[in-house]
């Protein structure tokens, strides 16, 4: 793994905390893109080299709404860069930890995706991220 690629938040309406982390950052957000396929809408700040993603669900099935439901607004999950996201989740799972998607699916922000279930990780849901490079 690289680096903390962001930090996702769970928030219950993303105009309302968009204003607010805008304010707390002293800068809007730089993206904004919905990810239908998980039910969210997403924005995205920076903060020097460091990302945070706001998430709010669109469905009442969306994780982010039943995280809320179950723990309220609040940290959701920590997602790390890697280079070969396939051999990270081949690694990870001969390493005891559980995948949540092996196949890694198109997230926001133009990146491949997976999570690992927080119960092999101290409760912590922990995004693997590879950005999708568009071959000419
Ligand atoms: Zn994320």
Wanted: aromatic share 6%; net charge negative.
């Amino acid at each position: 793994m690289k680096k903390i690629e962001h930090i996702g938040i769970a928030v219950k309406n993303l105009k309302t905390s968009n204003a607010l982390f805008s304010k707390l950052f002293g800068e809007p957000a730089y993206k904004i893109e919905a990810v239908e396929s998980e039910g969210v809408n997403t924005s995205f700040f920076k903060v020097g080299t460091n990302k945070i993603e706001l998430l709010e669900a669109t469905t009442a099935d969306s994780p982010i709404s039943k995280f809320i439901e179950k723990k309220g607004e609040g940290i959701h999950h920590i997602a790390f860069e890697v280079d070969d996201i396939e051999a990270e989740v081949r690694r990870l799972t001969l390493e005891g930890f559980i995948v949540l998607n092996e196949k890694p699916k198109k997230g926001a922000d133009n990146k491949l995706v997976v999570f690992l279930h927080p119960k092999t990780t101290n409760g912590v849901l922990i995004e693997l991220c590879q950005e999708i490079i568009l071959k000419e």
